[in-house]
């Protein structure tokens, strides 16, 4: 039976001696609950007190979690280590068993790695191979082989090269007798992959997120003295997220409790939406170790309105672990909160727009299906223009690299780096700031700020006037990088491109793997369209959203506009059953699409917008309102704007 507690409870002695389960919905106060928890076993638990050496480890499913979790544990951090699982992976079973992940290459692979440099993951926002010129990996490969083979793999194909983990767990899962394989991507001869992989474990010594999983797995199952290792380290193990957790991430950590190291997993089956990594609902559900699983539920939601909790409950209503109540009677500011009815915006006549455009401008977000459906609410762009936004973003859709995250952090994308470089440089010529016109110069150039003299400064600005003369918002940017170039060269400016360093043509917009199609489009935007993209779509504070990349995050005004892609056609999603009769808890495209729903909607705080472009879905949503109300006696206010 789950038996129902809230965020501010603290687990029993007694109740800590079980594995538990807690299920707990948006806005219910789960970090709260894991770090006032932690800090308890911390203070009182013998486990943690009468040793130097034991920790509670916390994982948790981002980065940006973890750094969360970790200014929450201020003062407790000698005694706990917070980690995604990757990072607790890499740092506690593969540099410390380095003998043994060799070891597991040569029998599982057949691949003989030698001793050396420490093998790690990937870099984060980098291809595996990055870096490393491929005709250095052919020479290898023929080596290996024994022949001159001429090739024309990519380095992005030659990265996809890895642990079939999919086929491992399926192994497990169904207790057949492990094997192992590494996948065989389209178009890659069989007879390449092995001195392939021998390649990138023995000199590149990088693990792909995937093998991290495996060899983590596998080291921990042959080296009883790793997991012993592990177990003694950490008598207890919080999981926050567990829903997003895929099948071999959840076999490491029963592998881990299933003797004397307690498992405290919290999750929510609702908010369940990555299926695309391997994440399943059932893994959640069914989570078990030794038949020794206590079951909790977290029912209160601090975050929203009474109103939209309710409407929440309305799509969550299969799930009969979580039925929510709102907990929460103020705004931010203690007034008392109104009852603001949820809007749904049928179509785009001109009242629908105004209504869309008004909760945007007034710091409201927009959470899409995707990148490519939120690029046509973005305002004062072009509908050609935002098509060509659609088509730079699907050029990325089969690569490692996460074009948002190269726009936000990472810059290493040349066209990105390119245009930030330009769009620096004009907002601190713009502001009157040669501080960051310099800060800018530095971070492509190497100038050296003690070197700078009065006369560069003039020239600096006489420089910039020039190149930012005749811009305007159907300018094209890589036509300002280009004007960049070819001024830089002109002989009056020989004495910036001296302090510059620069030798060849400038700035560089486009690398020698950058496809002509690619290419093509980015060539096609406009100052407005790019300048927007890089400062209001893909920046921190964005007001237009995937639902993913909404995970975690709440807004005082949100507008949903989610709409069924192609693939979910093709598996039979459509609005009308989702509204007729909304079902979340099991694993088909459409149980998948509805959580996204309720991702979405749970993210709102005061202020709840459905975008719907079928205007025929009013009558299915009223009639499915009315009958939710009616059976569960709770009261939802909605209306309709056409």
Sequence with gaps: MVKSITSGDILTENELLNHIKIYAGPGAGKTHFIVENIKNIISTNKLITNSENRKILCITYTNKAVDEIANRLQGFNEYIEINTIHGFIIENIIKPFQTDLISIMKNDFNIKV??????????????????????????????EKNTSDSYSYSKMKMSEVQVDVDKFINCIRLNKDLKSSLTNPKNFSVEDIVPLKKYIWSEVRKLTHDEI??????????????????????????????????????????????KSTKIIIVGDVAQSIYSFQGAKVSDFLEFNINNEVEEYSIDGNRRSTENIVNFCNFIRCSDKNIFQSSIRKYKDDKTIIEKISIKFLLGRSDEVNRTLYSILNDNGVILARSWV??????????????????????????????IRDEIIKHNNVMWVKAFKIIFNLWEGYNNKSFGDIILTLQKYFQIFPSKIEINHIYSIYEFLKELFIDVSSDTLTVDIIEKFNSLIFQKKNTILKNLFGINDIGIYIFSEYDKEDLKQNVKCLKWNTSYCLFNEVFCENSKYMTVHQSKGLEWDKVIVSLNPNSFDKREGVNLNKMFTSPVLVNETTLDEF?????????????????????????????SSLENFQEKSGIDINYEFIQ
């Design 114 to 143: 030698c001793n050396g440099s420490t093998i790690s993951s990937q870099v984060e926002g980098l291809s595996l191979l990055h870096g490393i010129d491929k005709e250095t990996i052919y020479k290898y490969i023929n080596i």
């Design 213 to 258: 999983l495996y060899f983590g797995y596998r080291i921990i199952q042959t080296n009883p003295i790793a997991l012993y290792t592990l177990r003694v380290k950490f008598p207890f193990i919080f999981v926050d997220e567990f829903q997003d957790t895929n099948p071999i991430q959840t076999e490491i950590i029963k592998l881990i409790g299933s």
């Design 373 to 402: 459906d939120a690029f046509k609410f973005i305002q004062n762009i072009e509908e050609n223009q935002s098509v060509i936004l659609k088509k730079i973003y699907n050029s990325y859709y089969n690569t490692p690299i996460m």
């Design 594 to 622: 509805t959580r996204l729903f309720y991702v979405a909607c749970s993210r709102a705080k005061n202020e709840l917008y459905i975008h719907l472009e079928d205007e025929s879905l009013q009558s299915v949503i009223r």
